[in-house]
Structure formats: structure tokens, C-alpha cells
T-cell receptor
Framework: AQSVTQPDIHITVSEGASLELRCNYSYGATPYLFWYVQSPGQGLQLLLKYFSGDTLVQGIKGFEAEFKRSQSSFNLRKPSVHWSDAAEYFCAVGFTGGGNKLTFGTGTQLKVEL | GAGVSQSPSNKVTEKGKDVELRCDPISGHTALYWYRQSLGQGLEFLIYFQGNSAPDKSGLPSDRFSAERTGGSVSTLTIQRTQQEDSAVYLC??????????FGPGTRLTVT
């Protein structure tokens, strides 16, 4: 069965600093990969997705992620964090034949220090 | 346009009672999903509806949980004889294209 690992439960960065959130997946075939963000009391908002093609994908709010097949990773990055980016971030994976259901990581809570 | 809506936003119930949670997907979306998010946990898949096909119920944790989708649109998740471990946020999502799911704000269920 596929699995998603987000090794960092909490991350704290200073406003204006760069950010990288890690995501590793376990699955034999090429997965479909997503990053979602959840603000307190809110549902999940899709930041970006990877289906195929260019392994560097751009998303909303200045985020990007890079698919690295050799490392089974899909890390999320942002060059300069804003205080409003404080939220919980979830990596998710789907796969062909999986009925479109997604498997989510346990999330990374991002705190931004002013 | 309107996103996925869920009601109620909060529900407090006594142990042993039945509850119904409602999801209105984005108009035109053929797929609908239910997930559960427990404190400190990621999202746990519960059930998936796609058009007129039989639902994928593989994530339902027990036979106390059931869901239906009427007319290919609105869905109701029912939990019978609620237990304290059922306390969680229940999230609904819908999609039109493969895999890109749009989530509602969730229903926070508290079982006392």
C-alpha cells in the first residue's frame, strides 16, 4: 500500500526566510502528488499538483515543489515566507487505479516568527 | 463559484446517539469523498462516490459508519451509536478531473 511521510511535525521559520517542507512517498509506479494547506478552522486548499511532465511545479501563493523520482520525494519550497503562510501543510499521493482516493501525510505545522 | 459546503459546522452529541453530516459538492463534480481528520493525525479516507458506480467503502472504520449520495449530488455521512473515538473533523471533497479534489470546511464532531 502506498504511504506518505512528512518527517517534520513542526517547523518554525522567520518571516522572509526560505522554507522547505519535506515529503516522501512509497509506491512503485509514478504517483500523482499534491500539497494542500489548511489554516485553522478551514478546509484544505490545493497549493499545487504534479501529474507528469516538468518535475518542478509552480503553485499558488509563491510555492513550488520538485518531484524527484530517485528520492521518492516531493518537497515544497518557498523562497521568502510571509507571516500569513503560518498553517498546516499536507502532502498527498494518488495513483492510477486507486479510485482517485488520496493518501495523506500527517502534516507539518508551520510557525512564522515576525 | 460556490465551493464545497458542509453542515453543520459543529456538532456535539452524546455517546450512543446517531449523527448525520451533510456535504454539498461543487455543481457538476461527479466524484465525492469523505475523510476524517483526528487530532494530531493526517486525513483518513472513509468513502468515495463516483457517478453511478458502487461506492468505494474501503475506508469506513466500522459498520456504524455509512454514507449515501442522492441524485449524484448531496451526500450524507451517518454515524450510528457514536463513540468518543468518533470525535474528529469530517471533511468532504469533490472533484471533476481526476485526483484534483476540492475540500469543504469540515464538520467538527464532538462526542461527549
Amino acid at each position: 500500500a502506498q504511504s506518505v511521510t512528512q518527517p517534520d511535525i513542526h517547523i518554525t521559520v522567520s518571516e522572509g526566510a526560505s522554507l522547505e517542507l519535506r515529503c516522501n512517498y512509497s509506491y512503485g509506479a509514478t504517483p500523482y502528488l499534491f500539497w494542500y494547506v489548511q489554516s485553522p478552522g478551514q478546509g484544505l486548499q490545493l497549493l499545487l499538483k504534479y501529474f507528469s511532465g516538468d518535475t518542478l511545479v509552480q503553485g499558488i501563493k509563491g510555492f513550488e515543489a520538485e518531484f524527484k523520482r530517485s528520492q521518492s520525494s516531493f518537497n515544497l519550497r518557498k523562497p521568502s515566507v510571509h507571516w500569513s503562510d503560518a498553517a498546516e501543510y499536507f502532502c498527498a499521493v494518488g495513483f492510477t487505479g486507486g479510485g482517485n482516493k488520496l493518501t495523506f501525510g500527517t502534516g507539518t505545522q508551520l510557525k512564522v516568527e515576525l | 463559484g460556490a465551493g464545497v459546503s458542509q453542515s453543520p459546522s459543529n456538532k456535539v452529541t452524546e455517546k450512543g446517539k446517531d449523527v448525520e453530516l451533510r456535504c454539498d459538492p461543487i455543481s457538476g463534480h461527479t466524484a465525492l469523498y469523505w475523510y476524517r481528520q483526528s487530532l494530531g493525525q493526517g486525513l483518513e479516507f472513509l468513502i468515495y462516490f463516483q457517478g453511478n458506480s458502487a461506492p468505494d467503502k474501503s475506508g469506513l472504520p466500522s459498520d456504524r459508519f455509512s454514507a449515501e449520495r442522492t441524485g449524484g449530488s448531496v451526500s450524507t455521512l451517518t454515524i450510528q451509536r457514536t463513540q468518543q473515538e468518533d470525535s474528529a473533523v469530517y471533511l468532504c471533497a469533490s472533484s471533476q478531473t481526476s485526483y484534483e479534489q476540492y475540500f469543504g470546511p469540515g464538520t467538527r464532531l464532538t462526542v461527549t
